[in-house]
């Protein structure tokens, strides 16, 4: 059978691609959060034993991804590409990471959507019949982050309400051909949406158009509805960013009130954590969609699952010089077996 | 027929897409190269109307994208996806450049390799029935690229011999599953090749050993040689680096002496333009895979040509933290109708 492009963004895979297993490396302050026992390893120590936090993020995600290649018992030389990337300038998190594996490498910049960019094209890789096996993963640091992105973390700069705490994290998902696990039935593709904000403290007010615009292609694409899913994932959208899709959605006639959750509000406890209004960054939306939600998915915990990974497309440079921050979203279906 | 997957990295398409046409946009000094009047337009301002050079480097993929959305016949809604990067931080060259199109977009980031890196994903996703027609894009400036990575132009630092120049340019190709032209026949997919090389005004000694480890995958996957290709072209080694890849090779017998060609040293003329070792950036060998390869292979003059795209994949943060320079090399074969 021939995978189908439904309407304009969607493609419907006619081969959905197994997940045979995800890993989830993360920090101390995401390891003492809701999700902190279903990561497979919470280090307590930010440099992860490097010198730098750049080199602790490379560091990370080089363990979360041998972690996904034992899980899912195959060496590196058992897959055929890794497509990745990451926040850092050259996205030099991933690529010094996956320096050494040997293994054909794609990399990719989505911002914080790269789980969801890499998720969706290893599945096509997969799907298209370009390999047996195929590795998405994608990492975050927020020290790194706040290094590059904002201030000093030694100058103690005051974070406002709308701002996202940046989550030291890595996720890793193996997929392939044959096995078992849930299967990525669908892949959404989103254009970029820029709404014409420009606080860069308010990444989830930039990003909330770009999420609304591929869940809405994708419900149109598809012909489903939110009620289709047990679970629609947004990440990592925070507080404000979840309010403002709800609403915009509303207006659409989309109700996703009932079944919509934010990896960013998921992997930390704002009453007692705090990160103003959640979590954020490549390594959020990666570390839980291969913890808790493919997990989940195993248990028969949710059967079907729409994850979207937003991200904000800017950079120091053009908010300096006053441009807008555009926002791009991407989604896959998931499915579980059981 | 099904695509396959020939050896560790390549892929041999079994619905080669053709190259409906491609789109090359140069700044003054590059027009003023040997390969200036083969360009579809040269901007003298440096600026491309905009206020600073990350916008002028957006505005000049904006016009390439445009042009070879015209000279293929059809508007940015034909395309179902882009596939483009570039080496600002965060790739905003890229984002902003397109975020108006409404086309669904993956963002890539392979350093200098991007362009191969494109061509590779667009290939397939229209070889795998993912869609009808994708585009191919990255571009470079060299005033946004000396800002970021070097000095502050008004400095005026000098460069060493073996630095490169980053060209401004940039490249757009249109794909697509009917018409005609050059078609994209098999691709071969680089690891992340790491030498130890640590100067940062080095790159092509840096990037040689990638460009070696792809060429000779591909001819060790395909069964070919040197010799069944017109034209092997690498991008962007320039002096240094190209001296070095005939070097390597010749140590495991693979003689590239005959038929290579790079990019870097295709776009300047290094006697009459101060360029040291020659062209650099993404902007290079995509602008010369949209001129003077592609008008080539359409005009008959190469029938068989392997495009191998070479990026380093550093930050000014890896390497003032002393770290390496990893290298990766992308290839993709393109033959002539003709």
Excluded at 220 to 229: I, K, N
Excluded at 315 to 327: R, V
Aim: include cysteine; charged fraction near 20%.
């Amino acid at each position: 059978m021939q995978t189908k492009h439904l309407g304009r963004q969607t493609l419907c895979l006619a081969n959905p691609p197994y997940i045979l297993a995800g890993g989830s490396v993360v920090g101390k302050k995401e390891g003492e959060g809701p999700l902190g026992p279903g990561f497979d390893y919470v280090c307590e120590d930010s440099y992860f034993g490097e010198k730098t936090w750049e080199k602790a993020e490379s560091a990370l995600l080089q363990r979360c991804f041998s972690i996904a290649c034992d899980k899912a018992h195959l060496a590196p030389s058992g897959l055929q590409y890794i497509f990745g990337g990451d926040l850092l300038n050259q996205c030099t998190a991933s690529t010094f990471a996956l320096r050494d594996c040997g293994v054909p490498f794609f990399g990719l910049y989505g911002a914080c959507s790269t789980m969801a960019e890499s998720l969706s094209l290893a599945a096509m890789a997969v799907d298209g019949g370009f390999c047996d096996a195929a590795a998405a993963v994608s990492c975050s640091h927020f020290c790194s982050a706040e290094r590059q992105f904002r201030f000093p973390l030694e100058y103690g700069g005051l974070r406002t309400p709308t701002a996202q705490w940046t989550v030291t994290g890595a996720g890793a998902a193996v997929l392939a051909a044959q096995g078992s696990g849930p299967r990525v039935t669908h892949v959404t593709t989103g254009c970029i949406v820029d709404a014409g904000i420009t606080d860069a403290a308010n990444m989830g007010a930039a990003m909330a158009p770009a999420a609304l615009d591929t869940l809405k292609a994708h419900f149109e694409d598809t012909g489903r509805s939110p009620e289709d899913y047990d679970l629609i994932v947004t990440g990592d959208l925070g507080m404000i960013g979840r309010a403002a899709l709800l609403e915009l959605a509303a207006r659409e006639d989309i109700d996703l009130e009932k079944n919509h959750m934010d990896c960013g509000l998921l992997i930390f406890d704002r009453n007692t954590q705090d990160v103003r209004a959640g979590g954020s960054g490549c390594g959020c939306c990666a570390s839980v969609f291969c913890s808790l939600l493919l997990n989940g998915l195993r248990a028969g915990k949710w059967r079907r699952l729409l994850f979207a990974a937003t991200g904000a497309l800017m950079s120091t440079t053009s908010s300096q010089q006053g441009e807008s921050i555009p926002g791009i979203c991407h989604a896959v279906a998931v499915e579980s077996e059981v």
